[in-house]
C-alpha cells in the first residue's frame, strides 16, 4: 500500500536518503534498507504523479528520473560500494580512442557534497569505478597550444550553453509540428517484414521519417538536459571540468549496433545495467568471468531487459495500453541483433582475415539502418498514437519561441 506523498516531497526524500547514504560510513544493512525506501518511493512517486502532473512527457521523464536514480543507488551503494572515504587525489582515465590520462580525482569537502554528486553521478566520474572508454573532448575545444585533453572552464560553458539553446530551439520546434495522419501509423503497420510486399512509397518514408525522428528527438532531449545540468555543477558549484566529459560519442562511430548502443549513444545507463547484469551472471549465477560465451551474453540480454523495463515503464506513463507496449521487445531484440552480428563478425574475419577494410564500415552503416528501420516503429508508433498533442508538452506555451513566432506570423 502506498502512502501517496505529493512528489515534489517524494523527490526531495528520495534525494536526501541517497545523498547521505553516499555521505555516510554506512553499514551495508543500511544502505539495503535505504534502496528499499528508494524502491518504495519510486513506485509511489510513480502513483502520486500519475493524478498531479498533466504533461505525460514531464510524467515520463520525473518517473523515469526516480527509478534510474533506484539503480544508481543499488550500483554504487551495493555492488561497487562506494564511499566518501574513497576519494583519491587521482585516478586513469581510458578513453574510446584507446588514449588514457591521469586527471584529478574527484575530492570534495564536507563528506554531503560527495554524497550528493555520487547520487548524480551515473558514470562514477573521478572515481576508481569510472565507465570505461569515456568519450573524448572535440578538438576545437581544445586549446591547439595545449598538451590538455581537457577543455577552459570558459569554453566549455559557452559550449553548453550553446548545446542547450540549440536543443531547446530544436525541441520547440519538432512540438510544433503536426501529429502523423492515424492511417499512417496503425497497429498492422508496425512490422516490417509481413509488411514489405504491401508497403507504399508513402509507408516506406514515414516508417523511414519516423525511425529517423525517433534517434534525433531522443538526442535533443537528453543534450539539452544533460547540458543544462553540467552548466549547473560547472558555472555555479565550480567543479572541475575533468569531472564532465562529454555524454556522447561519434555518429561515425555508429558503424554495428553494439557500436551504436556502447559507443555512439549516451552513457548514462552504461554502468548500473552493466553492474547488475554482472551481479546476477557472476555473483548469483557463479558464471566463470573470463571466457564464457553464456556469461557474455546472459549480461547482455539482462542489461537491454532492465533498460526495456524502464522504457516499457515510461511507456506506460505515457497511456499506451499494456497490449501495445513494445519496449522490452524492442531492447531484448537488440541484445539479438547484436550477439548475430559478433558471430557474422567472427566469420568474415576467419574467411577474410583480421585486417579491417573501409568496405566493411559502410556495410555496418548499411546494417544498423535497416536494423532500426524495422526494430523502431514497433516501439515508437504507439507512442506517436497516444500522444495528446498540445497537452503533452516538454516546454509551456509561455516558454515556446516557436509558438510565439507561430502566432506572430499568424497575425500577418
Known amino acids: 500500500m502506498a502512502f501517496t506523498l505529493p512528489p515534489s516531497v517524494l523527490m526531495a526524500v528520495s534525494q536526501l536518503l541517497i545523498t547521505l547514504a553516499f555521505a555516510d560510513r554506512s553499514p551495508t544493512t543500511f544502505r539495503l534498507i535505504v534502496v528499499v525506501c528508494l524502491l518504495f518511493q519510486a513506485w509511489d512517486f510513480q502513483n502520486a504523479a500519475a493524478n498531479a502532473i498533466e504533461s505525460r512527457i514531464h510524467l515520463v521523464f520525473l518517473t523515469s528520473f526516480m527509478w ?15 564511499y566518501a572515504d574513497d576519494q583519491t587525489s587521482s585516478i586513469t582515465r581510458r578513453y574510446q580512442d584507446g588514449q588514457t590520462k591521469n586527471i584529478p580525482g574527484l575530492r570534495t569537502k564536507p563528506r554531503l557534497f560527495w ?22 573532448w572535440p578538438s576545437d575545444l581544445l586549446e591547439k597550444s595545449s598538451e590538455s585533453q581537457s577543455p577552459t572552464r570558459k569554453s566549455l560553458i ?11 530551439l530544436a525541441l520547440d520546434l519538432i512540438a510544433l509540428q503536426p501529429p502523423p495522419l492515424p492511417s499512417l501509423i496503425p497497429p498492422d503497420k508496425e512490422s516490417l517484414l509481413h509488411r514489405l510486399p504491401l508497403m507504399t512509397t508513402e509507408e516506406f518514408t514515414t516508417r523511414l521519417l519516423m525511425a529517423l525522428g525517433c534517434w534525433v528527438n531522443a538526442y535533443a532531449v537528453l543534450i539539452f538536459i544533460s547540458s543544462t545540468i553540467y552548466l549547473l555543477h560547472i558555472a555555479i558549484f565550480r567543479l572541475p571540468v575533468e569531472m564532465y566529459p562529454p555524454v556522447w560519442g561519434t555518429a561515425s562511430s555508429a558503424w554495428s549496433v553494439r557500436q551504436f548502443w556502447g559507443v555512439a549513444w549516451h552513457q548514462t545507463l ?36 532492465i533498460s526495456g523495463i524502464i522504457h516499457w515503464q515510461s511507456d506506460m506513463m505515457t497511456g499506451i495500453p499494456p497490449e501495445e507496449r513494445n519496449a522490452i521487445w524492442f531492447f531484448t531484440a537488440n541484445a539479438t541483433a547484436i550477439m548475430l552480428e559478433d558471430g557474422v563478425q567472427c566469420l568474415t574475419r576467419r574467411v577474410l582475415g583480421e585486417k579491417s577494410a573501409p568496405w566493411r564500415r559502410y556495410v555496418g552503416y548499411v546494417w544498423v539502418c535497416v536494423w532500426f528501420f524495422y526494430a523502431v516503429p514497433p516501439w ?14 516538454l516546454f509551456p506555451p509561455a516558454l515556446s519561441v516557436a509558438w510565439r513566432v507561430q502566432g506572430a506570423l499568424g497575425k500577418v
Open 68 to 82: 534510474i536514480q533506484s539503480l544508481l543507488a543499488f550500483d554504487g551503494l551495493l555492488l561497487f560500494k562506494s
Open 380 to 393: 515508437l508508433y504507439p507512442s506517436i498514437r497516444y500522444f495528446r498533442y498540445g497537452v503533452d508538452r
Open 270 to 305: 552504461r554502468r548500473p545495467l552493466s553492474s547488475i547484469a554482472s551481479f546476477i551472471a557472476h555473483d548469483i549465477l557463479r558464471l566463470p568471468r573470463h571466457g564464457s560465451l553464456v556469461a557474455r551474453y546472459l549480461k547482455l540480454y539482462i542489461a537491454f531487459f
Open 115 to 136: 554524497g550528493f554528486h555520487m547520487a548524480f553521478n551515473s558514470r562514477a566520474i573521478g572515481t576508481p569505478w569510472e565507465t570505461e572508454k569515456i568519450p573524448g
Open 158 to 168: 559557452l559550449r553548453l550553453l550553446r548545446n542547450a539553446i540549440l536543443s531547446y
